[in-house]
């Protein structure tokens, strides 16, 4: 089941969080038609800017996006220029106020997505799928990720019937919920057609917070309560 379920979609709402946060009623499939044209419209504008992920916020005629970006002063440009133009050709998109806050990716090698375009820009210039795949690998390793994973499908080297080649390192607990699992997806526009390109990436365990119960509770007060002697009848 690892292999067929998302790895982020199947860990929402229990250690990850959902990546649009609104509600609707009537107008569910236009916000929702509206959120594609967002995402699609970002990534090609940005697409060298190092994007991994866009939220995106609703209230009222309110717009709120979080854009995560490895490059972000590329993104908001000298003095606001870049983001400025950026906010006024959304806004022609939707018929709400736009607002954007700009997150820095700290470190873009452990990021998924950021690995998987890396390796897609790698291969469009003509370099060794292997050779793109391996030094992935080893850089999300030495920056401290617990473990990769790396699939590649297509014809790859230019071959007449395509195929799936990949490279692993360390572990990836695909079936454990409280495990950090990234997981990116993009694809290579080859002279052979398109080869995608899936990554993971383990980060480690998120721990669960405690319930309010045990967390309002002085630390040793149900160790004295179970030490208490009963009375004696």
Known sequence: MGQKTHPYGIRVGYIKPWK??????????????????????????????????IEIERSAKKLRLKIHTARPGI??????????????????????????????????????????????QQIEKRVSFRRAMKKAVQTTIDKGAEGIKIRCKGRLGGSEIARTEGYKEGKIPLNTFRADVDYGFTEANTTYGKIGIKTWVYKGDVLLRQTAEEEEAPAGQNQEKSDKPGKDK
């Open 20 to 53: 649009a946060r609104w509600f609707s009623g009537k107008d569910y499939a236009k916000n929702l038609f509206e959120d594609l044209e967002i995402r699609k419209f970002l990534k090609k504008h940005m697409m060298y800017s190092g994007v991994s992920n």
């Open 75 to 120: 993104v908001i440009g000298r003095r606001g220029v870049e983001i400025d133009k950026l906010r006024s050709e959304i806004e022609k998109l939707t018929k709400s106020e736009v607002f954007i806050d700009i997150k820095e990716v700290k470190i873009p090698q452990i990021d998924a997505q950021l690995v998987a375009e890396t390796i897609a």
